[in-house]
């Protein structure tokens, strides 16, 4: 059973618009949520996160919003480049876990068009 | 550079036999993680290294699996007796001590296809 979910396997949007990617997840016992940034043959690079104490955490164009309630939690990319172009995933990590054992989504590519 | 360093990036060996799989973690990082990536899915947990020991070996799939850091900077995971389910893109990361968040520096990762 998933415990993190990404359910749009793919977002396509225009450059300079907005990028919304969705992450949902079921264990209450998350105490740490992450995004990640992939291009193809690189590894998985840090992007942004948030505790679950927050709601919110903005870094330049990219926010990413905690709904504890509904166990949902999205990042927002304004504006989006061209270069934003990649797979994005949505990562967790347990209350009182090791800190490196972290549940990733499966991933959502995102296409950003000139 | 100064990254995550991994070798070999790509790996095609034969069910039934033996593999290694190395990786250098960025210098002063006491922390290192090996992670698999399947066809279509998140990377997934194998273990992690607090210096020397093993911290947290619990997402290693079965005893085929074993990994090993003797001086606490590079680690070599090993796999034996490799099957067609093995193939996947082993991942390793690093942290500094005290990276509690969660921010994890990877490597390209070893691609290894098991025919």
């Known amino acids: 059973d998933q415990q993190v979910k990404q359910n749009s396997p793919s977002l396509s949007v225009q450059e300079g618009r907005i990028s919304i990617l969705n992450c949902d997840y079921t264990?209450?016992?998350?105490?740490?949520f992450l995004w990640y940034k992939k291009y193809p043959a690189e590894g998985p690079t840090f992007l942004i996160s948030?505790?679950?104490?927050?709601d919110k955490n903005e870094d330049g164009r990219f926010t990413v919003f905690l709904n504890k309630s509904a166990k949902h939690l999205s990042l927002h990319i304004v504006p989006s480049q061209p270069g934003d172009s990649a797979v994005y995933f949505c990562a967790a990590r347990v209350l009182g876990g090791s800190q490196g054992n972290l549940i990733f989504g499966k991933g959502t590519k995102l296409s950003v068009k000139p | 550079g100064a990254g995550v360093s991994q070798t070999p990036s790509n790996k095609v060996t034969e069910k039934g036999k033996y593999v290694e799989l190395r990786c250098d973690p960025i210098?002063?990082?006491?922390?290192l993680y090996w992670y698999r990536q399947s066809l279509g899915q998140g990377p997934e947990f194998l273990i992690y290294?607090?210096?020397?020991?093993?911290?947290?070996d619990s997402g290693l799939p079965n005893d085929r699996f074993f990994a090993v850091r003797p001086e606490g900077s590079v680690s070599t995971l090993k796999i034996q007796r490799t099957e067609r389910g093995d193939s996947a893109v082993y991942l390793c990361?690093?942290?500094?001590?005290?990276?509690?968040?969660?921010?994890?520096?990877f490597g390209e990762g070893s691609r290894l296809t098991v025919l």
């Open positions: 210098s002063g990082h006491t922390a």
């Open positions: 948030i505790s679950s104490i927050k």
């Open positions: 990361a690093s942290s500094p001590r005290g990276g509690g968040t969660g921010e994890l520096f």
């Open positions: 264990n209450s016992m998350f105490d740490y």
């Open positions: 290294f607090q210096g020397t020991g093993a911290a947290d």
